[in-house]
Nanobody
Framework: QVQLVESGGGLVQAGGSLRLSCAAS????????MGWFRQAPGKERAFVAA????????YYADFVKGRFTISRDYAKNTLYLQINNLTPEDTAVYYC????????????????WGQGTQVTVSS
């Protein structure tokens, strides 16, 4: 069984930064890509960023506007999301996910999901 566990969320003031982590454990699995999503209160879950696991190439949602950086530590089997200049609109539960099959960025199908980590930004 594959487990993805997010951490690093919390309460932060507007203008601050956070680094979210997503650790993969359980059975060894080969992933094509991993991504971050977020779900704000009363809204649908939205794509934030993705990274191809082997090459490190990245893809971002338009709203990111340079404030978010997705990265991975191949040796530690861990995914990261650095978020800078946080605003109250970034308040959401952030989820990481893993995609097994290769595809273009917009068609990736995510097979495994974490439970999420809450990010709350105060004004």
């Amino acid at each position: 069984q594959v487990q993805l566990v997010e951490s690093g969320g919390g309460l932060v003031q507007a203008g601050g930064s956070l680094r979210l982590s997503c650790a993969a454990s359980g059975r060894t699995f080969s992933r094509y890509a991993m991504g971050w999503f977020r779900q704000a209160p009363g809204k649908e879950r939205a794509f934030v960023a993705a990274i191809r696991w082997s090459t490190g190439s990245t893809y971002y949602a338009d709203f990111v506007k340079g404030r978010f950086t997705i990265s991975r530590d191949y040796a530690k089997n861990t995914l990261y999301l650095q978020i800078n200049n946080l605003t109250p609109e970034d308040t959401a539960v952030y989820y990481c996910a893993a995609a097994i099959k290769s595809s273009n960025w917009l068609s990736l199908s995510y097979d495994y999901w974490g439970q999420g980590t809450q990010v709350t930004v105060s004004s």
